[in-house]
């Protein structure tokens, strides 16, 4: 199985909610990866889990918290959010640090 | 910071023509260049890649070149085809789990 799934494909948010985006990979990747990628931009890294233990965090806002509960699932936890939220939020998996990145197919995500 | 310039941003070309993107990176201590297609509405996916220890590799229509003394890396397309039409990203890293990515190449092959 060389695949990242992410649930769910869409989500539409207001700015008082609390939502999360799930991330999964059986591939026994121990690196899970967090990017936000808006539209016509490269993708932006958010955070980086390595061997379940967050290891980069890009300076993300407090609003967006992730979670990594076991080796194989990546969460991000949503509260607050702004309108300028909105993306497409890829999660990602590698073997290493210097390997192939694996993606997801992305939550595209709407706050209003 | 470390940093990845991409040329062209935008790059059209006739079918069956070639197609040349081209990134320069930042951080001497990269070893590991991928290069990624994004279609409309889908995820990244790897095309190509190529470490540092190596200067050039190739599959089939698709190939990449590396010159670490220049710190520059480009991706070559042969033979393109209306399919090869997307967003193509090269991204490098230094082995810390950052991938630094360029800006983005988007591509038409015009039939």
């Known amino acids: 199985d060389t695949e990242v799934t992410q649930t769910p494909k869409h989500l539409v948010m207001g700015m008082t909610n609390k939502k999360s985006l799930k991330c999964e990979q059986h591939?026994?990747?121990?690196?899970m990866y967090w990017y936000k990628q808006k539209a016509k931009k490269p993708p932006e890294l958010m955070f980086v889990y390595s061997y379940e233990k967050l290891s980069i965090n890009e300076s993300v806002p407090s609003r967006f918290s992730p979670e990594c509960p076991n080796s194989s699932l990546l969460n991000l936890h949503l509260h607050a959010l702004q309108p300028e939220d909105s993306a497409l939020y890829l999660c990602a998996s590698s073997q290493d640090q210097r390997s192939e990145q694996y993606f997801g197919p992305g939550t595209r995500l709407t706050v209003t | 910071g470390e940093n990845v310039e991409q040329h062209p941003s935008t790059l059209s070309v006739q079918e069956g023509d070639s197609a040349v993107i081209k990134c320069t990176y930042s951080d001497s201590a990269s070893n590991y260049f991928p290069w990624y297609k994004q279609e409309l509405g889908k995820r990244p996916q790897l095309i190509i890649d190529?470490?540092?220890?190596?200067g050039e590799k190739k599959d089939q229509r698709i190939a990449v070149t590396l010159n670490k003394t220049a710190k520059h890396f480009s991706l070559h397309i042969t033979e393109t085809q209306p399919e090869d039409s997307a967003v193509y990203f090269c991204?490098?890293?230094?082995?810390?789990?950052?991938?630094?990515f360029g800006t983005g190449t988007r591509l038409k092959v015009l039939a």
């Open positions: 190529i470490r540092s220890n190596v």
């Open positions: 991204a490098s890293t230094s082995g810390t789990y950052k991938y630094i």
């Open positions: 591939m026994g990747h121990r690196a």
